[in-house]
């Protein structure tokens, strides 16, 4: 989104937006939603409320464009995961993208998905719902994925797809909640490498 785009006066914002939104991005995945303060976000986008308002409307659609943004940028190894050929390197890919991402420098630790999360109040309703239905669509994905890994002959047929979708989400999650903490790239790559040994050894070779 160029900085010319015009607002409904028809004069030019002033700012660039799609730099304003990276910016607020970054404020949610380190602070998550509640601990953003409106005076967070607007004085790393470098705007005034009224241009965040007026340019992305209130707190809870900035919030939403963003996790949009992330599941676009730093988030993507999820779509790329779910390109390869097998199973084991579906499971392979989402795993170390959640690593690489997590222990990314020069951005925050964690997982914006789960920092944003951690809102204990009313006001935190919004992120939690947003984010509830980007996790479940996220595990949706990659059930779906295993099941036609089944249906090819990648997995066995007693695999428990839905279950394989879990177990991934949750090791996802849990490397994210450690990478926050302060655990480093390596070490939770070990994770992600130990995870995988018990995965269901595939039935045919890749493609």
Same mark, same amino acid.
């Given at each position: 989104?160029?900085?010319?785009?015009?607002?409904?006066?028809?004069?030019? =914002?002033?700012?660039?937006?799609?730099?304003?939104?990276?910016?607020?991005?970054?404020?949610?995945?380190?602070?998550?939603?509640?601990?953003?303060?409106?005076?967070?976000?607007?004085?790393?986008?470098?705007?005034?409320?009224?241009?965040?308002?007026?340019?992305?409307?209130?707190?809870?659609?900035?919030?939403?464009?963003?996790?949009?943004?992330?599941?676009?940028?730093?988030?993507?190894?999820?779509?790329?995961?779910?390109?390869?050929?097998?199973?084991?390197?579906?499971?392979?890919?989402?795993?170390?993208?959640?690593?690489?991402?997590?222990?990314?420098?020069?951005?925050?630790?964690?997982?914006?998905?789960?920092?944003?999360?951690?809102?204990?109040?009313?006001?935190?309703?919004?992120? =939690?719902?947003?984010?509830?239905?980007?996790?479940?669509?996220?595990?949706?994905?990659?059930?779906?994925?295993?099941?036609?890994?089944?249906?090819?002959?990648?997995?066995?047929?007693?695999?428990?797809?839905?279950?394989?979708?879990?177990?991934?989400?949750?090791?996802?999650?849990?490397?994210?909640?450690?990478?926050?903490?302060?655990?480093?790239?390596?070490?939770?790559?070990?994770?992600?490498?130990?995870?995988?040994?018990?995965?269901?050894?595939?039935?045919?070779?890749?493609?």
């Amino acid at each position: 989104m160029a900085s010319a785009e015009k607002t409904p006066m028809g004069r030019p =914002r002033g700012f660039d937006a799609d730099e304003a939104l990276e910016r607020a991005m970054l404020v949610f995945w380190e602070q998550g939603y509640e601990g953003a303060s409106l005076t967070d976000l607007t004085g790393a986008m470098g705007i005034t409320r009224t241009s965040m308002y007026a340019a992305f409307g209130n707190k809870e659609e900035l919030f939403r464009k963003a996790m949009r943004r992330y599941a676009e940028g730093p988030a993507a190894y999820t779509v790329q995961a779910l390109e390869e050929p097998t199973a084991r390197q579906v499971a392979t890919t989402f795993l170390t993208g959640s690593v690489r991402t997590t222990t990314r420098p020069g951005f925050p630790a964690g997982c914006l998905a789960v920092q944003g999360a951690l809102a204990a109040g009313d006001l935190g309703r919004p992120a =939690r719902d947003t984010l509830a239905f980007w996790r479940e669509e996220a595990r949706s994905r990659l059930r779906d994925r295993f099941q036609r890994a089944v249906d090819e002959g990648d997995l066995p047929p007693e695999a428990d797809t839905g279950l394989l979708a879990r177990y991934l989400m949750t090791v996802a999650n849990g490397i994210a909640v450690q990478a926050a903490g302060g655990a480093g790239h390596d070490e939770l790559q070990q994770v992600a490498d130990a995870a995988l040994e018990n995965w269901p050894p595939g039935n045919r070779p890749p493609a």
